[in-house]
């Protein structure tokens, strides 16, 4: 029996490696997340990679061993669907979509300094060499804007992919992965048949989200109170030292 091929897809920030995890928690099922390797990440480009998308895949099935289904996931993927379908007509391909707004405001705060959005010269922002050409690039500099582009364009090619292909393509909305009924849903699309682990936690944003806004609030009384009793040059280094640690 040959093996099934099986590519995350979203926007990233949409628990993309929350899907990981419930993946290989099934027998049989091999499936990294972002190609990552022992902690290393090898992540494709958004435009014109063909080439090393298949090798990658090749790879890929090389490391499944015995594993009936083994695959990656990653936003970049969405460029290759069509091609890699082509090339595997059983693939499955399982999206993940979170609300708009929450994937804005996780990404402002994932990339901090970087713009992967955007063309630019890496003066405003800085350059990620590794990670900059794996994002689709529009022409908005205001980088708010630039990701709810990004978010509006993923959405659609996928809706009019699930349209053209219907058995190789489904999208789940991210809450769901705690649900047993859409783990199943799942599971049932792959056409997985092996023993299923339906327990656990495996979808955190809504609980990491509490714990930042706990963090935050405790920066905000902690500025407050520093303002009317530290000196302001020490509070700006104490700001620079401390801020992303509160608001990732």
Sequence with gaps: ?????????????CGSLSLSYFLNNQPGIKVLHEGAINYQAHPLKWYNDHENVWK????????????????????????????????????????????????IHSYLQWTQDHNPWYEHNGKTWKKNEVWDASFPKFNESDKAKAIGLYWDMYYEKI?????????????FQTESLNEVNSRNALLD???????????GQYHTHKKRAIFAKIRRNFAEVSIS????????????????????????
């Excluded at 029996?1 to 920030?13: A, C, E, F, Q, V």
């Design 159 to 171: 809706e009019k992919l699930i349209e053209k292909y219907p058995q190789n393509i489904c999208c």
């Design 225 to 248: 109170l520093g303002k009317q009793i530290l000196p302001k040059s020490f509070r700006h280094q104490l700001w620079i030292k401390f801020a992303k640690f509160f608001y990732y």
């Design 189 to 199: 699309f792959i056409e997985y048949d092996g023993d299923r682990n339906l327990e």
């Design 1 to 13: 029996m040959s093996k099934t091929l099986i590519i995350g897809l979203g926007t990233g920030r």
């Design 56 to 103: 990658w895949i090749e790879n890929l099935d090389k490391l499944s061993d015995s594993n009936q289904y083994f695959g990656d996931i990653g936003m970049y993927f969405l460029p290759y669907v069509a091609f890699l379908i082509e090339k595997f007509p059983r693939s499955k391909f399982i999206c993940l979509k979170r609300e708009r707004e929450a994937v």
